[in-house]
C-alpha cells in the first residue's frame, strides 16, 4: 500500500508541476502579446501621429511651438556599417544618447497636429540659433541617410500660408 501511495504523490507531484508550468507558459504568452501590442502602437504612433520624420529628398516648413528639451533616449548600438553590435552571449547591446526634442507642425500637413521631432546636438544648435532670432517658421530640407543626414534650415517669415514648399 506505501507503494501505491508514494506513485500517487509522485503523480500527483507530476501533475503539480506541468499545471505550475502551464501556468508560467500561459502568463509569459500574455505578457508577449501585451508586449507585442505596446510595440506595434509605438510603432504606429512613429509612423502617424505623434513624431515627425523626414526622409532624404524630402522638404517642408515646420512651424516650431516654443516647446523643446533634451531628453536621454536608450537606442540599440549600432557599428560604423549600420549593424546591430551584440554582445558575448548575442544580447543587444544599447547604448543611452541625449537627443534633443523640438514640438513641431507640418504647415503643409497641419491635421497631423503637433509632433515631436527629435535630432541631434548639431541640428539642434542651428535650430537654435534661427529661434533666439526669432524665427518660428523654418523651411527645412534633408538629404542623405543615418550618419550622412544633412538638414538645411530656411526662415520663413509669417506663420505660413499651408501652401507647401
Given at each position: 500500500?506505501?507503494?501505491?501511495t508514494?506513485?500517487?504523490?509522485?503523480?500527483?507531484?507530476?501533475?503539480?508541476?506541468?499545471?505550475?508550468?502551464?501556468?508560467?507558459?500561459?502568463?509569459?504568452?500574455?505578457?508577449?502579446?501585451?508586449?507585442?501590442?505596446?510595440?506595434?502602437?509605438?510603432?504606429?504612433?512613429?509612423?502617424?501621429g505623434?513624431?515627425?520624420?523626414?526622409?532624404?529628398?524630402?522638404?517642408?516648413?515646420?512651424?516650431f511651438?516654443?516647446?523643446?528639451?533634451?531628453?536621454?533616449?536608450?537606442?540599440?548600438?549600432?557599428?560604423?556599417?549600420?549593424?546591430?553590435?551584440?554582445?558575448?552571449?548575442?544580447?543587444?547591446?544599447?547604448?543611452?544618447?541625449l537627443?534633443?526634442e523640438?514640438?513641431?507642425?507640418?504647415?503643409?500637413?497641419?491635421?497631423?497636429?503637433v509632433?515631436?521631432?527629435?535630432?541631434?546636438?548639431?541640428?539642434?544648435?542651428?535650430?537654435?540659433?534661427?529661434?533666439?532670432?526669432?524665427?518660428?517658421?523654418l523651411?527645412?530640407?534633408?538629404?542623405?541617410?543615418?550618419?550622412g543626414?544633412?538638414?538645411f534650415?530656411?526662415?520663413?517669415?509669417?506663420?505660413?500660408?499651408?501652401?507647401?514648399?
Open positions: 500500500m506505501s507503494n501505491m508514494s506513485n500517487q504523490k509522485e503523480a500527483e507531484k507530476a501533475t503539480t508541476n506541468e499545471s505550475a508550468a502551464a501556468v508560467k507558459t500561459n502568463e509569459l504568452a500574455a505578457k508577449i502579446q501585451r508586449n507585442l501590442e505596446m510595440m506595434k502602437q509605438a510603432r504606429d504612433s512613429e509612423a502617424t505623434d513624431f515627425f520624420k523626414m526622409q532624404s529628398g524630402q522638404k517642408t516648413v515646420l512651424q511651438t516654443g516647446d523643446f528639451e533634451a531628453v536621454l533616449r536608450e537606442f540599440q548600438e549600432k557599428d560604423a556599417a549600420g549593424n546591430v553590435v551584440k554582445d558575448k552571449e548575442g544580447n543587444i547591446k544599447m547604448v543611452k544618447k537627443r534633443y523640438y514640438r513641431v507642425v507640418d504647415i503643409n500637413q497641419r491635421d497631423r497636429g509632433m515631436t521631432w527629435a535630432v541631434s546636438k548639431n541640428v539642434s544648435k542651428t535650430i537654435d540659433e534661427f529661434l533666439a532670432e526669432g524665427f518660428l517658421n523651411k527645412v530640407s534633408r538629404e542623405g541617410a543615418d550618419m543626414t544633412k538638414y534650415f530656411v526662415p520663413v517669415a509669417g506663420t505660413g500660408n499651408g501652401k507647401g514648399v
